[in-house]
């Protein structure tokens, strides 16, 4: 018998789609995938000498459960150089991946039946980490209209009793909308006011367009900083998705707990990633530039692309590298006869006849929506929005 726990989490819904792209790629169908969540570019090869030193040298064994020393001091010189907030390295655990760092974070903070609040649409993980952390996910609906954000009057109707923390995510993924100074400070006096923590995840925060900048919360001020958790890690800036290392920024209570959790849990983070990331942080950030630089033209077409077709539009991002497009329009048209009838139907028409993948918005909370990312090349892309408007062109 499994435990309650296990049966609660909600396999992802994106899977199904996902393994069946899969299969047909692997039979040799030429499937134009949109569907990934990570940077198409190969990790930048300074990066990678610096993994084959670390084998070299054999800095092959465990290292302190939260991360060596002269990283977490790496981490702790970019939050002030990137941020303008001062950490200390004991207020740094340095995770397997920014996942594992939100999954210590939820750890560290809840007690059965403590709420989180979570603005829908949401990185499909959210509401499962806290559900395997004994919380409640409380969802916040937000409109298209705001840009998908949330603000104090959303914000306050879902607080209760038992909130205890609220998740915050800009850059967004799915969204890729970025949240502005005022809106932050709007969330930020709400969780003052009511003493709420506030888990920044920042993972996605070089990579944003068009004048978009990415503010931490924490920066609003002493007050606000002490009530935040900040996640981020190296999987998205450096294209290092599969060297797993992400990290945490905390009040140094908060980063006790999540390093002496982490400490029985998995031990440290891979030593020799480690000091793979300890390079990317520290070496020269011309290689982020070159990839952001192509996430925003891929985008631009795309956006431009979409906009021009019939019953699909999107709001263009203003960060991370995904388009969050509604496709509810085509839910009441008919494809050969048959009813496109919801979001998940029309990403299994668009794979099963076209041979495109993309993400269908029900797990990101968003049914109206799907999720196509543009970690791809131009190339692709291209072809793949031809057969888009194609599929589209044949809807009744
Ligand atoms: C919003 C968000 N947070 C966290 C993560 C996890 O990143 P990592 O690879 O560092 O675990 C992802 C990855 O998809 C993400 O999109």
């Not at 994106?14 to 069946?20: P, R, Y």
């Not at 450096?238 to 797993?244: E, K, N, P, Q």
């Not at 630089?293 to 956006?303: C, E, P, S």
């Amino acid at each position: 018998m499994l435990s309650r726990k296990a049966s609660q989490i909600t396999p992802s819904p994106t899977l199904a789609i996902d393994a069946k792209a899969k299969q047909m790629k692997s039979e040799g169908i030429d499937i134009i995938g949109f569907g990934a969540g990570e940077p198409d570019f190969d990790t930048p090869g300074h990066i990678k000498e610096a993994a084959i030193a670390a084998i070299n040298e054999g800095f092959t064994k465990y290292t302190p459960a939260s991360g060596i020393p002269e990283l977490k001091e790496a981490v702790c010189d970019k939050f002030l150089k990137d941020n303008g907030l001062r950490y200390s390295p004991g207020q740094v655990v340095i995770s397997n991946g920014a996942k594992h760092s939100l999954d210590n974070v939820f750890a560290a903070l809840l007690n059965e039946g403590d709420e989180v609040i979570i603005p829908a649409p949401y990185w499909v993980s959210y509401p499962e980490l806290v559900k395997l952390n004994d919380g409640k996910p409380v969802i916040v609906e937000t409109k298209e209209e705001n840009r998908y954000k949330m603000d104090r009057s959303n914000l306050e109707s879902a607080i209760t009793d038992r909130t205890k923390a609220i998740v915050l995510n800009s850059p967004c993924n799915p969204t890729g909308q970025v949240y502005s100074r005022e809106e932050l400070q709007e969330i930020a006096d709400v969780a003052l006011k009511k003493n709420i923590y506030i888990v920044s995840d920042e993972v996605y925060e070089k990579l944003t367009y068009g004048g978009a900048e990415h503010l931490s919360i924490a920066s609003l001020g002493e007050d606000i900083k002490a009530l935040t958790v900040i996640v981020n890690g190296v999987s998205k800036t450096y294209s290092m998705t599969g060297w797993r290392i992400g990290y945490a920024a905390s009040e140094p209570k908060i980063a006790a707990a999540m390093s002496g959790i982490q400490s029985h849990a998995t031990s440290n983070p891979n030593s020799i990633a480690q000091k793979a990331a300890y390079t990317a942080i520290t070496a020269s950030q011309d290689c982020v530039e070159e990839m952001r630089q192509a996430f925003d033209k891929r985008m631009r077409y795309m956006v431009d692309r979409i906009n021009k077709m019939p019953y699909v539009s999107c709001i263009e991002p203003e960060g991370a590298f995904y388009l969050f497009v509604n496709l509810g329009e085509t839910f009441s048209r008919q494809f050969r006869g048959k009813p496109v009838g919801d979001g998940n139907n029309c990403a299994a028409l668009l794979l099963e006849q076209y041979r495109v993948a993309v993400v269908p918005g029900v797990g990101f909370g968003a049914p109206d929506c799907t999720r196509f990312s543009y970690a791809t090349s131009l190339e692709n892309i291209t072809e793949g929005m031809d057969r888009l408007e194609n599929f589209l062109k044949e809807l009744v």
